[in-house]
């Protein structure tokens, strides 16, 4: 019988919408925690911390123990966590003496769902009987972004029309998706991403240069990328006056649009473009919008800086993972989980050093912004350098 490798495509779209609200969705709700549990806002601000952290640490896990325990098992688990952390949101502030306490460990639980899915779903893409494996891996990537739209928008709706108040009804709901694609998962065809031989060992792949220039380029590309969405909503208030929130609507939301308009339109037409040439234009377009941003007197074109910017960073993640598995293709799921963890850690760092220039400078986020700049000028030579090995 003929494997219908479709069903495993849209449990991977699912699979990268269920992270996106995974990232996306408590972020929305810090001020309710704020007022509802009386926890300090400083305090809130661990949520992200421990999210991330979790997802790094599982990166490490999936490094080591993923091929051992099997794909299917391991990405049907991450819907299983995915879906408890979602519903947990819900009940466990209230059951926990101490709320925070409860919400932590919800967000534990689905970011180690969105971790698996952030190591898994790009090698199963990738082992997918498909002929132009760069297309496909950015149209995978794009799903992200709609998904981090389609959170912002429809939850933004869903809070106007039922009030905010309602916001545990909205977490049981968006658990549905991961719930759901427990049965595609269960039953898509999946394939080896190693087709022939054994994948290289950790040791190995460590001595491997391309390895590091790519590990390189995963870290700019995160920070590149978030640095400028997580500081966009900040910047359209700041610096267009905008309210709270319309500041998260057009900041983020543009952002992520334009990130998946470019995913999505790479992914259609990509064939005809050659992957290394579009992503060093990528990240020169990066750094003008970088550099609009931090230097224009005009406060719109620094808007538009921001906006530019998702477009210009879309290619950069799934690219290099396309890149990567040209140049070593026997780099099996430790390959992809060092390279999720390495977008992790640019992910942190990038806004880290972003805000610490931003408050040295006496709270100016275009300063902050200017030292952003750092990660598409290094990503840039080494593009440069992974071009010149060949």
């Keep these: 019988m003929k494997k219908n490798y479709r ?3 849209t449990a991977c779209y699912l699979g990268l919408i269920t992270q996106a609200i995974s990232a996306n969705f408590a972020p929305l709700l810090f001020l309710q925690f704020h007022k509802t ?3 300090p806002l400083g305090t809130i601000g661990l949520i992200s911390a421990v999210f991330f952290f979790t997802q790094l640490i599982v990166d490490l896990f999936c490094a080591k123990y993923a091929d051992r325990i099997g794909y299917r098992i391991s990405i049907v688990w991450s819907c299983i966590f995915s879906a408890a952390g979602l519903i947990s949101l819900a009940f466990l502030p209230d059951v926990f ?5 409860g919400i932590l460990v919800s967000v534990i639980l689905y970011a180690v769902g969105s971790g698996l899915i952030e190591v898994l779903c790009s090698p199963i893409i990738e082992a997918c009987p498909f002929e132009n494996k760069e297309t496909a891996m950015s149209l995978l990537h794009s799903f992200y972004c709609w998904g981090s739209v389609g959170v912002i928008v429809l939850s933004t709706l869903f809070f106007s029309v039922f009030s905010i108040e309602n ?3 909205l977490a049981c709901l968006w658990a549905l998706i991961p719930l759901f694609n427990i049965i595609n998962f269960a039953t898509c065809p999946i394939e080896n991403v190693v087709k022939e031989g054994k994948p290289l060992r950790i040791g190995t792949l460590f001595k491997t240069p391309v390895f590091w220039i790519a590990v390189v380029l995963m870290i700019c590309a995160g920070a590149s990328e978030l640095s400028m969405a997580q500081w966009a909503s900040a910047y359209a208030e700041a610096a267009v006056g905008l309210s709270k929130t319309a500041g998260d609507l057009v900041g983020p939301c543009i952002f992520a649009a ?3 308009i470019c995913r999505s339109l790479y992914g259609k037409y990509g064939d005809k473009l050659n992957l290394m ?3 060093l234009g990528s990240g020169i377009l990066c750094l003008i919008c970088y550099l609009m941003s931090a230097l224009s007197s005009n406060p719109m074109i620094g808007l538009i800086g921001c906006s530019l910017c998702g477009g210009s960073v879309a290619i950069m993640w799934p690219g290099t993972i396309s890149l990567s598995t040209k140049r070593l293709p026997t780099g ?4 992809f989980a060092f390279l999720a963890m390495a977008g992790d850690l640019g992910g942190t760092v990038g806004p880290l050093l972003v805000g610490n220039v931003t408050q040295l400078a006496d709270n100016s986020l275009r300063a902050g912004l200017l030292a952003g700049c750092v990660f598409p000028v290094i990503l840039i030579i080494s593009l440069i350098c992974i071009r010149r090995q060949g």
């Design 37 to 39: 549990y009386e926890i």
């Design 258 to 260: 334009a990130m998946g």
């Design 167 to 169: 916001w545990k009804w």
């Design 277 to 279: 040439n579009f992503m």
């Design 332 to 335: 099996g799921t430790a390959m």
């Design 97 to 101: 003496s101490s709320p925070f306490v």
């Design 7 to 9: 069903k495993t495509v």
